[in-house]
Structure formats: C-alpha cells, structure tokens
C-alpha cells in the first residue's frame, strides 16, 4: 500500500494513530473544503441583493483509510473503536511532499468498518470537523520585535500569507506596561496596553482573545483593559507596522495559515 499524504491524529488525551500508508493506509483526504458564508441584504423594490460581508465557516476533513490486518490485531481491533471519540478533541497533522500541516479538529462521528474484497482488509471514513477552518504550514514563526527590520523609522514585518493572521504575542515580566501596536501598513493604528506584570512572563492569545501567565496558564486578563481591540491585531498579507513599548524580549509567535494542499 502506499499514498501520496501521510497523517497523524492525535486526541485530547494523547491517544495517538499513524497513518503511515503500511499498516494503516490514507487513501484520501480532502483538506482544501471549506464553506462560505455570505450575508447578503435585498434591495427594496428593487432586484438584486448587496453582499455586506464573506466569512468561512467550519471546515469538514473527510478521510479514507484501510486497515491492513493480515495478523489479525485485536488491539488495533479495539483501539481504532475508541480513538475516534466524537466528544474528544485533537490535532490532525498531514505530511506532504511539500510540507506539514496541522489543523485542530474532532471527528463529526464514530467511523463505520467494512470488510474489502480481500479479506484482510479493512475500511472507514472518518470526517473530522475544525472550528477554525485554516491549516497551520510548516514551522512556528518565532521573532523577536528587536529583530524585525526598520525602514523609514518604523518596524516592517512582511508577510507573504494571504491569510489574515491572528498571533500570539509573549511579554516579559516588567515592572511598567507595555504598549503593542500591530496593523497594516497604510492603515490606522490597532494598539493595546498589557499592565506591569513583575513576577511572571505573559502571553496575548489573539485569535480567542486570552491572556495568560506563560509559566502556569492562569487566567490574567485583568492585564488589558477589557475594549482592547484584540480581534484586529492581525498580521495581514504585505507589510505590516510592529511596535512594542518597552521593546526588550517580546515575540510575535505565529504560524502562516494555508487552506490546505490537493
């Protein structure tokens, strides 16, 4: 058996299945479905619609897979049963000849096995559903503000994505506050302010809006002030303007976002 894609599945309590195209064969997988959402408003008296926005709901993963069995496993009898809990979630990892891609997801139901022609093998679709419908590709851009090149005084981080990307930004402990901005260049200013925090590192989660002691995980969103405009600090495709007050040791942290892969 052997595929062009190899994935991971990996649960919320660490269960783990390789797709490895040996014992367990990918024979397909949709990555790249995602539905749009459009709302619309009618004209009054008049025909047509005006579309006022476009979004991307949830994507659905459907994926193909056999189950080699010619020792007859009874493990992997029972454990392909359990791994796929609908009420767990997890990560999907998927390897391609190009990169890697990871996606968080849960399967949509319990998979349904069904006997091939030849009797030692076994298949199922599995549909894994991701709220947040982008891959992340390749590796964790970690870069320090200091680091970011400055052209014409201010700090210009390109970015070559074509997807609006919502980072994670690290804070030193520090006995005074600190000031963030992030925004497009040529667009107006998106700032926020992360009260001092002298006895432990802190971490700005954009895209679901928390902020937490790196070291522990607690809760600290008493750190911002509750209006701070957390959903429009994106790093967008072209240049983008990176400012941090004081500069020493903040990281914007982020992976470049992909719709998958054919």
Known sequence: MSGTKTAVWINSLGQKLLLDNRKLLLEYIDMTGTAGIHSTEGHIFADGQTTISHQLGAKTIPCGIAFNDRRHDDHMHDYLTEIFFPKLEGKLIVYSKQNRYEIDCYPQDFPSFKRDKAKHVWKFDVNFVADFPYWRKGSLQNILVSDIPTVNSNRILTSYCPFEIAP???????????????????????????????????????????????????????????????????????????????????????????????
Do not use: C, M, W
């Open 168 to 262: 994670e930004i690290y804070l030193p402990e520090s006995n005074a506050p600190t000031h963030i901005q992030l925004y497009a260049l040529g667009s107006t200013s998106k700032s926020f302010t992360v009260k001092a925090h002298e006895n432990f590192p802190v971490r700005v989660k954009t895209l679901d809006f928390k902020v937490i002691n790196d070291n522990t995980g607690e809760d600290q969103n008493q750190l911002i002030d509750a209006t701070a405009p957390l959903d429009e600090i994106r790093i967008k495709y072209g240049k983008n303007i990176v400012v941090a007050s004081p500069i020493q040791g903040v990281r914007l942290q982020y992976y470049n976002l992909s719709n998958g892969e054919i």
